[in-house]
Nanobody
Framework: QVQLVESGGGLVQPGGSLRLSCAAS??????MGWYRQAPGKQRDMVTTITRAGYTNYADSVKGRFTISRDNAKNTVYLQMNSLKPEDTAVYYC?????????WGQGTQVTVSS
């Protein structure tokens, strides 16, 4: 049974930092990543990383967010720096196998003074 457990969300002031973690279990995942959904908006890709370490970022987070992955622990991390109010959203972890995609339950990130 596949499980994705996210942690690390919270409230932070503009310009601050947060680190999200997603611990996956139950399979081997080709690609893992983070998506986010703000109220009233669609869920968008933030960043993804393959098992080999190839990364992809949305233009809005390039230079501020960094994704990393520990394959031994089946865990993906998202280091978010220089946070802006527009980064406020529920952040979801996604893990991809050859058969299907899996999603975490989401963690709230709020950037506000």
């Amino acid at each position: 049974q596949v499980q994705l457990v996210e942690s690390g969300g919270g409230l932070v002031q503009p310009g601050g930092s947060l680190r999200l973690s997603c611990a996956a279990s139950g399979s081997i995942f080709a690609t893992m990543g983070w998506y986010r959904q703000a109220p009233g908006k669609q869920r968008d890709m933030v960043t993804t990383i393959t098992r080999a370490g190839y990364t992809n970022y949305a233009d809005s987070v390039k230079g501020r967010f960094t994704i990393s992955r520990d394959n031994a622990k089946n865990t993906v991390y998202l280091q978010m720096n220089s946070l802006k109010p527009e980064d406020t959203a529920v952040y979801y972890c996604k893990a991809v196998t050859s058969l299907r995609d899996y999603w975490g339950q989401g963690t709230q990130v709020t950037v506000s003074s």
